[in-house]
């Protein structure tokens, strides 16, 4: 019978390895400083084109967070975590799990843009990199009432904080927010209307659900706090979709449909209008989908602030505003 290394054989040969987990075994300093470091090879272990790498790094690692609302309350929530540096052209690669433990240390902090920079720089040191970016993404629950039965019930927010350091120093806070709304059709409105004006028909105007998806930057040494950005949104568009309704809350939410009508293009502007008059906001674009009840396609809008080398309306992943 063959001899096998790892596995006992059939006729009762011993492998040639033998497999064991030594639990009482401690690493000591000595043995630690001994192990082979991936980092110190030389140069020409490098595959490949030998160049920078503009980002590497760590994505979807999970943690409990600290986050502090408007009113002073903390919460912890479960947040997903990615983070990367850039990687010069004559190193092999990172120790990804510095990127890790930069954060573990910093993890009993409240996350706010601020701390997010004093990880960005405590990791810049770690890995001996030039650049580094950090994004957050966590659920963020809202108390929103009813709008005529007094109900109560919990919103969530799809929220991500971003922060970017790059190589001259310059520290970039980003927000990212997602309002989730209803879009009633001006067209099918009047057409509605008309039916039922010169024909006695009966009929019900197209409407859906709706995402906008708000990326902003924050102007240095300012803090905009998500109820804040939620706000705008709500004052632009009005049509937020609800938690818990009564009977009374649904036909409250109709009137409200058919008082604020909106094309994706007027959602566009009616939150660059609100967003554009916010003195906390650096930079912003906004991203509109509506996922339309008549067509099979969706109707979709981009819009930017039009600042000097700031966002562009290049946004086309319109699927992650499915909703």
């Excluded at 020409?44 to 967070?65: C, D, R, S, T, Y």
């Excluded at 099918?188 to 709706?210: C, F, K, M, N």
């Excluded at 209008?273 to 109707?299: N, P, V, Y």
Aim: proline share 2%; hydrophobic share 40%; glycine share 6%.
């Amino acid at each position: 019978m063959k001899q096998m290394y790892l596995h006992r054989s059939s006729s009762g040969q011993a492998p040639l390895i033998k497999r064991a987990y030594d639990k009482k075994f401690r690493a000591s300093p000595a043995y630690r400083a001994a192990l082979p470091d991936m980092m110190e090879v030389a140069h020409e272990a490098i595959q490949g084109a030998q160049v920078p790498i503009q980002q590497v790094g760590i994505h979807n690692f999970k943690l409990p967070l600290k986050y502090r609302t408007k009113a002073g309350k903390t919460m912890v929530l479960e947040t997903s975590v990615t983070g990367t540096v850039s990687l010069e052209a004559d190193l092999k690669g990172i120790n990804m799990s510095r990127i890790m433990r930069s954060f573990y240390e910093h993890k009993d902090g409240i996350t706010t843009g601020e701390w997010m920079g004093k990880i960005l720089k405590s990791y810049l040191r770690n890995v001996d990199s030039k650049d580094a970016r950090l994004k957050i993404v966590f659920s963020y629950p809202m108390i929103r009432e009813s709008l005529r039965s007094g109900l109560k019930g919990y919103q969530f927010y799809n929220v991500a904080f971003e922060g970017v350091m790059t190589r001259d120093g310059v520290y970039r806070r980003f927000i990212h927010f997602d309002f989730v709304y209803s879009s009633a059709c001006p067209c099918s409105a009047e057409l509605s209307e008309h039916a039922r004006d010169h024909r006695g028909a009966y009929t019900v105007p197209h409407s859906q659900r709706s995402k906008a998806r708000i990326t902003l930057e924050e102007v240095a040494g300012k803090k905009i706090w998500i109820e804040d950005v939620h706000a705008l949104c709500l004052r632009a568009l009005q049509t937020e979709t609800q938690v818990m309704v009564k009977r009374e809350d649904e036909q409250a939410f109709a009137e409200l449909n058919g008082a604020y009508l909106k094309f994706v293009e007027d959602a566009a502007r009616l939150l660059y209008k609100e967003f554009d008059g916010e003195k906390r906001i650096k930079d912003f674009r906004i991203a509109c989908s509506h996922l339309e009840s008549l067509h099979s396609h969706d109707a979709v809008s981009v819009i930017c602030k039009g600042v000097k080398g700031g966002f562009t309306a290049d946004f086309m992943d319109f699927g992650l505003l499915v909703c």
